[in-house]
């Protein structure tokens, strides 16, 4: 008994010293020491022992199997920190290796030239609000002081969604909605998208930005949309900008205006950029036609004001020096990463 004993043992311990793993390992302690297991199988033949000989056999037995387990347990150990130290190894960063490049996009052109609008508005006390790209033919004309049947409908001929409600031609209609509101003085830009029935070629496309203004207090007047204006210009195109107020037409403001600036490239004496005019137009403007205040709620003989639509597109095609508005919607980064 005690040569099969050690056999086992002998066997045993050396299976444990070539386990590779912890699964193998696993396997040895099932096979002798498990339910089933070869040195537990020597245990149960303890009955068939000569009961004075039982309890030297126990010591025997119970010994061989301690010294399995022990050498079980340790190579458990051993194999346990050779894993853990292999893990360590193949997750080792090396801090020489060069950086994987962070691709950042890119602020788009027209993106930049409205932050600086909103800067600049924003440091006169401007609120930025924003209105539906979907509105009411109501807000869009009739509420602007243009009726069914005006020619001004022509000119912004847009895409409608149903008679009542279309992709709006322009951010005037915000002036209505912040008008009805009710809260009095309103200052505020409200920049967005707007649509027209346009082809596209070098200074027009379907869509397009605007950003349209709106002050309405007590004894607004001509002089503050000039000074507004004028204030405006010099901040974006720099202090030299000279501005000129050409009369125009706009159904919503009376009297209503155009807005040349100096040409910042010649400074006025007349080149390529500004088409040899020293002049180059910027945006439309007025004091808010007394109609529609009231339509809108606001009574016209307590309060006045002034509006002003600018293109967002054109002031960055000027600004950045852009020859064809077309660039600004391919999203070529060849292109955008000028700016
Ligand atoms: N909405 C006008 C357009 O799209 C631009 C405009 C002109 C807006 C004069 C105004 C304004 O607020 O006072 O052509």
Request: aromatic share 8%; proline share 5%.
């Amino acid at each position: 008994m005690n040569e099969q004993l050690t056999k086992l043992t002998g066997e045993a311990l050396e299976k444990i010293a070539k386990a590779q793993d912890l699964d193998a390992l696993n396997g040895v302690r099932v096979e002798y020491l498990g339910k089933k297991g070869l040195i537990t199988a020597v245990m149960k033949g303890m009955k068939d022992v000569a009961p004075e000989d039982r309890p030297a056999f126990g010591q025997v037995v119970n010994e061989a199997r301690q010294q399995v387990e022990e050498a079980l347990e340790k190579a458990k150990q051993a194999l346990s920190e050779k894993a853990e130290e292999e893990r360590l190894k193949a997750e080792v960063i090396d801090v020489t290796l060069p950086a994987k490049k962070a691709n950042i996009g890119h602020g788009h052109p027209c993106q930049i030239a409205l932050d600086e609008v909103e800067r600049i508005f924003i440091g006169m006390g401007y609120e930025v609000v924003e209105g539906p790209e979907i509105e009411w033919q109501e807000y869009n004309f009739t509420k602007l002081n243009i009726p069914e049947g005006h020619p001004a409908r022509d000119e912004q001929d847009t895409f409608y969604i149903n008679d009542e409600i279309l992709l709006r031609s322009q951010t005037s209609p915000v002036q209505a909605r912040v008008m009805e509101q009710g809260k009095l003085p309103i200052r505020m830009i409200a920049p967005g998208r707007v649509f027209r029935s346009d082809s596209i070629d070098a200074t027009h496309s379907p869509s397009f930005y605007q950003i349209e203004g709106l002050v309405v207090d007590r004894h607004i007047t001509m002089t503050d949309l000039k000074g507004t204006l004028d204030e405006f210009a010099k901040e974006l195109f720099g202090p030299d900008t000279k501005t000129r107020f050409r009369p125009h037409h706009f159904p919503f403001t009376e009297p209503s205006a155009e807005v040349d600036v100096s040409c910042f490239k010649c400074g006025g004496k007349g080149c390529r950029f500004c088409k040899d005019e020293g002049w180059i137009e910027i945006l439309g403007c007025g004091m808010v036609h007394p109609h529609v205040l009231d339509m809108c709620g606001i009574d016209s003989n307590e309060y006045t004001g002034f509006a002003f639509g600018v293109g967002l597109e054109r002031i960055a095609l000027l600004k950045y020096e852009i020859d064809d508005m077309r660039l600004l919607y391919e999203n070529d980064q060849r292109f955008l990463n000028q700016f």
